[in-house]
Nanobody, 123 residues
Framework: QVQLVESGGGLVQAGGSLRLSCAAS????????MGWFRQAPGKEREFVGR????????YYVDSVKGRFTISRDNAKNTGYLQMNSLKPEDTAVYYC????????????????WGQGTQVTVSS
């Protein structure tokens, strides 16, 4: 079992930045890729991006490419989502998740989830 806890959400003005953290605990985190998702009110949870265990491969959806950066520090069992140039449409609850699957982009492909952290971007 892997426990994930997100932090770093909050209220920010459009154009601002936030960095979300995802701390893992429990059984070894080794070999797990980390994905980030978000869910806006009334919408389905959507994939934002993912990073492999080694950090060697990172993928972003087009809507955040160039603005968001995913990274991880395996020594600290922590992943990060740096969000810059935030827009009101980025407002959502953000979730981190982990999986051993390769190339996972669907919610059902992820085995462990954090509780989510709210990000609100005001215009």
């Amino acid at each position: 079992q892997v426990q994930l806890v997100e932090s770093g959400g909050g209220l920010v003005q459009a154009g601002g930045s936030l960095r979300l953290s995802c701390a893992a605990s429990g059984r070894t985190f080794g070999g797990y890729a980390m994905g980030w998702f978000r869910q806006a009110p009334g919408k389905e949870r959507e994939f934002v991006g993912r990073i492999t265990w080694s950090g060697g491969r990172i993928y972003y959806v087009d809507s955040v490419k160039g603005r968001f950066t995913i990274s991880r520090d395996n020594a600290k069992n922590t992943g990060y989502l740096q969000m810059n140039s935030l827009k009101p449409e980025d407002t959502a609850v953000y979730y981190c998740a982990s999986t051993r699957r390769i190339g996972a982009a669907m919610t059902y492909e992820y085995d462990y989830w954090g509780q989510g952290t709210q990000v609100t971007v005001s215009s």
